[in-house]
């Protein structure tokens, strides 16, 4: 039925990425340009006396300091509403309170000597102090505050016991469900910081213009966002900071705010006159740049006898480190996670973000719902397992599903469920993995011992709502058909690498029926479009790909009514258009009359030399939900009971994101989902010694992330996309980057429980874990 | 306090002398003669190191295109390999494959194929790690290393050269020209067996097992572990209580006596507990798997 929409095409930036000709940030040179390099606090929590920059200075380089950059707190991330952004950083800092946070800046004409005038800066420290490295302690009494006061919107707030953040929710009457549950079962959950890994370590250029404005290139998510914290910090009016958007190498989360590099960057080029480059190395990008939360959560949760979920009980602390990106909002959306994975009949939630002196956790993938989800679905596999009933039966009894109120994205994000297709994902991913032969794990002997696992998770698609609420989310295309026929897409909308402004093109092509090789993504920067609030939250192609549609069919409106001045024809309704595979465009044509027909190409000529004007739209566009897209996981893995190594079998990853406007890179994005979640599973994990130091030192060869040999074989991993329609995305499109990873550790620890009978609490479940666990069961 | 300003891993952070000799006595000279000079072959160990500043020679002197290092050769009744063969050479080299099955093993396992394209052999040993992959094989076969400096050259055991965590009794004026590896015993079995955090990582245990099998028992058990000890070693304990053992008693054995023979450490890779455990678990896996290979004389190169 349709032209474009579920084909495959080759992707527009296919061939300039596998031939290394994209520039990235990092690849970008300007006449005169400056090098910088950022001196990094050396302790986790510290306070300087003085910096002193003149031998750095004699060396010919720029020098930034505390004193040289606006006194300003603010928060890089500018999602939440204005109220609920609390700000505790600052560009610059004579009080680090982490390993590695910004004190100083240099910028000089070559990386060599920007790195001899950073050896020479000397920073003479007033104090040290012991870094509070648990939260647990940071709250205790008596702990040294890492913030005494931080600004809530545009007011000063104390803050108490280290506590950043706080939010408490109840629904229903917990006591009384839980005296009516034959089953309670309460446990405790760790998840540990972890490092993204995305491809590209982080940078920023800078460069002045002759009017006084200033450009940046730098790796973000959102360059609208990016522009106006440079505004709001440095002061500078908008229309005089314009940012560039540079292809990036991956985010998972990592620059979902505005990286603290680009904001040296700006000051390095504000202070020298000159362009700056600035680009972070792997080691400080993984070691003193950011991470992600670290959760310690508690569940108590119960169930009837006849297979009804009663009531869910949530605390949550997160670990959030020395500053708040996303605090305050993930509190809400782990409980957001939590009450839309089921139907509880009562909740009651306790969410606090505590301050440590480790480097500041940003979202990555799934912003929470990997860490809810796998708490959930292990006590909702345990739950099914008391109560003697198949847990694939427990959870299609208990999810929240069509028809239902879902708020993924937090409490004021409310939207209705209008499509579902996990009863299906269920019913053929356990048919393919051989659920019912998946045994039982105290029947499983022999050293070698394999178990299956499911887990069911969703993801919102965007953050939108009917309300406003507290969080920001709309987008903006731009469309234009040039004087040939060939269309120019504009917009804000960052592409990770997914493949999200592919689908986007599709989606014009689709609209407007031309070959979306004839629709160009403009590489373009916030003067010449329309707000977009950030590629996250999955909205990537069911937000930006839906203000694409709309523009396409304004566009397609305009076309139409053209066209029936050329055709002669009563009026535009009279029209029909077609995709011609033969002349390779769009053919508009009176149904009945098939003489009276002119392509689209025509169409633009004739409005060119004719004096008509341009044919060209620009929507911005907010969503009025943010549908669930269901995601259901069912893993094999193999334990070796004498070394502990878990190995991956089989996969079945089956997917609900509606209509699959780009089948390949979706089948991709469940891959390298599985392959994230797997890792988080598994293997990777930020730990620190005592003095802040993240255990796997320096170097990101001993952080580990698994190899293609360390997953299951492609012919061992089976993609589903169940046959759902989204009645409110783009040509019924939902979101997937996100629900492709988030059941992901739920599966994996649900079949390594089937494979030998141990639940694990805390992840990565390692080989040195499981063997320890093993010997303990005896 | 931390000197996290003066990494820098886009640059060497500091200025060094780079040497190309064409000869090796041209490069023994420089390094005799110009303070501070560091060999440097594949650069896979040393970069890294002078990237984090771990170590900041003034000089290096590249060794890795010395044709006198660069050779694989069976010389009577041992294979002599030039210190500047790469891994990977090693893997495609016909005679390391049929004469040296248990080297072949383990360098087959190390690293990707593009850091096999450049680290050798000589880098490898050289660096000292005790988790060095070609170390346990190379002290299973008792190999042999030609030292050479001005003064002439020097041959010591493999047994004798590691000292400590990237220690050995090299001196800074030499360089490893050979190793003569004694080629395979004839009717020998052999394994070699390592685990990782990925399949592409240093070893958490590497174990190497060569032994021959005699009328149902096991004959002169030769067995070496990297990365439980600081420096590879070989299991000599457990060698003297497993000789003469039926297969059976060796699997019930080896394992209680290769707990004295190593001294691992908790690190970053992995725990001390859990390298003691797994070196019994992969010691008894090498053991079963050499003494099949021992049965089965098609295994193994002949004459
Ligand atoms: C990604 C990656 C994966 C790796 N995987 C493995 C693995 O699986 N197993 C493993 O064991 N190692 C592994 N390594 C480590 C390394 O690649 C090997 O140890 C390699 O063999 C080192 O050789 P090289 O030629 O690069 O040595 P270099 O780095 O050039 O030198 C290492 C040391 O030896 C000295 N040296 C080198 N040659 C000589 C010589 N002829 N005479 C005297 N001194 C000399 C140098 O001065 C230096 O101290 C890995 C490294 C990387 C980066």
Request: with cysteine.
């Amino acid at each position: 039925m349709y032209d474009f929409i579920g084909k495959t095409f080759p992707r527009h930036d296919g061939v300039a990425k596998a031939t290394g000709l994209v520039e990235f940030t990092f690849d970008i040179e300007i006449p005169d340009m400056l090098y910088g390099r950022i001196f990094k606090s050396p302790y986790a929590f510290a306070k300087v006396r003085r910096i002193d920059t003149s031998l750095a200075e004699s060396l010919g380089a720029v020098v930034l300091t505390p004193d040289s950059v606006p006194d300003r707190l603010f928060n890089p991330r500018l999602v939440s509403i204005e109220e609920d952004t609390f700000k505790d950083w600052r560009v610059l800092t004579y009080t680090p309170r982490y390993l590695g946070e910004p004190i100083a800046a240099v910028a000089a004409p070559s990386e060599d000597l920007a790195q001899r005038a950073l050896e020479a800066l000397k920073v003479e420290f007033e104090e040290v102090y012991e870094p509070i490295l648990d939260p647990f302690k940071a709250m205790a009494p008596g702990a040294r505050p890492i913030h005494e006061r931080i600004v809530r919107g545009r007011t000063w707030v104390e803050v108490r016991n280290n506590v950043a953040a706080e939010l408490r929710y109840s629904e229903g009457d917990v006591e009384l469900e839980e005296r009516r549950s034959d089953v309670v079962i309460e446990r405790r959950f760790h998840v540990p910081r972890r490092y993204h890994v995305q491809l590209e370590p982080k940078g920023a250029v800078c460069k002045p213009e002759p009017d006084g404005s200033i450009t940046v290139w730098t790796t973000t998510q959102t360059i609208h966002n990016t522009k106006i914290l440079i505004s709001q910090v440095y002061g500078i009016p908008m229309s005089r900071v314009n940012v560039k958007k540079v292809p990036i190498g991956g985010g998972f989360g990592s620059s979902i705010h505005t990286n603290l590099v680009t904001l040296i960057a700006v000051g390095l080029c504000l202070k020298s006159g000159r362009p700056v480059k600035l680009v972070l190395t792997r080691e400080e990008d993984m070691v003193h740049d950011h991470v992600s939360f670290e959760f310690y959560m508690r569940i108590r949760a119960g169930a009837t006898k006849d297979g009804t979920i009663t009531f869910g009980e949530f605390e949550n602390i997160l670990d959030i480190g020395a500053h708040q990106v996303q605090a305050y909002p993930l509190l809400g959306t782990a409980l957001g996670w939590f009450v839309s994975l089921y139907r509880w009949r009562a909740v009651r939630y306790y969410g606090r973000s505590v301050y440590t002196n480790k480097v500041p956790s940003c979202a990555i993938r799934g912003y929470g719902a990997p860490e809810v989800t796998w708490a959930v679905e292990t006590v909702v596999d345990e739950m099914a397992e008391e109560l003697g009933i198949d847990p694939l039966e427990f959870r299609l009894r208990n999810y929240r599903g069509r028809g239902e109120i879902f708020w993924g994205q937090g409490p004021t994000v409310k939207s209705v469920i209008r499509s579902d297709g996990v009863p299906e994902l269920i019913a053929r991913g356990s048919e393919l993995i051989g659920w019912r032969n998946r045994g039982d794990p105290r029947s499983k002997t022999g050293r070698y011992r394999r178990g299956i696992g499911v887990g069911r998770g969703f993801h919102t698609s965007g953050a939108g709502g009917p309300l406003s609420g507290a969080i920001i989310d709309y987008s903006g295309a731009i469309v234009k058909v040039n004087e040939d026929g060939t269309v120019d897409y504009i917009t804000a909308l960052q592409d990770h690498g997914g493949g999200t402004l592919d689908a986007h093109a599709k989606i014009i092509a689709e609209e407007l029926k031309i070959p979306p090789s004839k629709v160009r993504i403009v590489w373009s920067d916030t003067a010449t479009t329309v707000y977009d609030v950030c590629t996250h939250a999955s909205r990537g192609v069911y937000v930006g790909g839906e203000a694409a549609r709309r523009a396409a069919a304004e566009v397609r409106r305009k076309v139409l009514e053209y066209a029936a001045r050329i055709l002669d024809a009563v009026n535009p309704e009279a029209l029909r258009v077609e995709y011609d595979r033969e002349l390779d465009d769009a053919v508009i044509y009176v149904e009945g009359a098939p003489d009276r027909r002119v392509t689209l190409s025509e169409v633009a000529r004739i409005a060119w030399q004719r004096n008509w004007g341009s044919i060209s739209a620009s929507v911005s566009y907010r969503a009025t939900a943010a549908p669930p897209s269901f995601t259901v996981y069912f893993v094999e893995v193999e334990v070796d009971t004498e070394t502990g190594i878990v190995r991956p079998v089989r996969v079945v990853a089956g997917a609900d994101a509606g209509t699959v406007i780009n089948p390949e890179l979706a089948a991709g994005q469940l891959h390298g989902g599985f392959a994230m979640g797997w890792s988080w599973a598994v293997g990777d994990e930020v730990s620190y010694t005592e003095d802040g130091v993240p255990a796997h030192r320096l170097s990101v060869a001993d952080y580990k992330i698994p190899t293609a040999l360390d997953l299951p074989k492609p012919e061992e991993f089976v993609v589903l996309f169940a046959s759902t329609y989204e009645p409110t995305g783009p040509f019924g499109a939902k979101g997937l980057g996100e629900a492709a990873s988030n059941p992901v550790i739920a599966a994996v620890a649900n079949a390594i429980y089937n494979a030998i009978g141990i639940r694990f609490y805390e992840i990565p479940i390692t080989p040195e874990r499981v063997l320890e666990a093993l010997r303990e069961r005896g | 306090m931390l000197s996290v300003n003066r990494i820098n891993t886009y640059r060497i952070p500091f200025t060094f002398e780079y040497y190309r000799p064409r000869t090796l006595r041209e490069a023994l000279e420089i390094l005799r003669s110009v303070e501070g000079a560091k060999v440097v072959a594949g650069g896979t160990d040393l970069v890294v190191d002078m990237k984090f500043r771990r170590v900041e020679p003034k000089a290096l002197v590249d060794v890795s295109k010395l044709e006198e290092l660069r050779y694989v050769r069976l010389v009577e009744d041992y294979v002599e390999i030039g210190s500047a063969v790469t891994l990977q050479e090693l893997v495609e080299s016909e005679v390391v494959r049929a004469r040296l099955p248990l080297l072949w093993e383990a360098v087959n396992s190390m690293a990707s194929w593009q850091v096999r394209n450049i680290a050798t052999i000589g880098g490898n040993i050289c660096n000292a790690s005790p988790a060095a992959d070609t170390a346990p094989p190379l002290l299973a076969y008792g190999a042999k290393l030609l030292l050479t400096s001005l003064d002439g050259v020097r041959e010591v055991g493999i047994g004798e050269f590691f000292v400590g965590p990237k220690r050995s009794i090299i001196r800074p004026d030499e360089v490893l020209q050979a190793i003569r590896v004694p080629v395979h015993p004839a009717g020998y079995g052999w394994s070699f067996r390592k685990v990782s955090r990925t399949s592409f990582d240093i070893a958490k245990i590497s174990v190497a097992v060569l032994l021959k099998v005699d009328g149902g028992r096991i004959r002169d058990p030769r067995i070496a572990l990297g990365a439980v000890a600081p420096t590879p070693v070989r299991a000599r304990s457990t060698e003297r209580a497993i000789e003469s053992l039926s297969l059976e008693e060796a699997l019930e054995v080896g394992p209680r006596f290769v707990e004295g023979d190593i001294a691992p450490i908790d690190d970053v890779r992995s725990t001390a507990w859990y390298r003691r455990e797994v070196a019994k678990v992969l010691l008894r896996d090498s053991l079963r798997t050499a003494y099949e290979r021992s049965l089965n004389p098609g295994w193994v190169h002949e004459g």
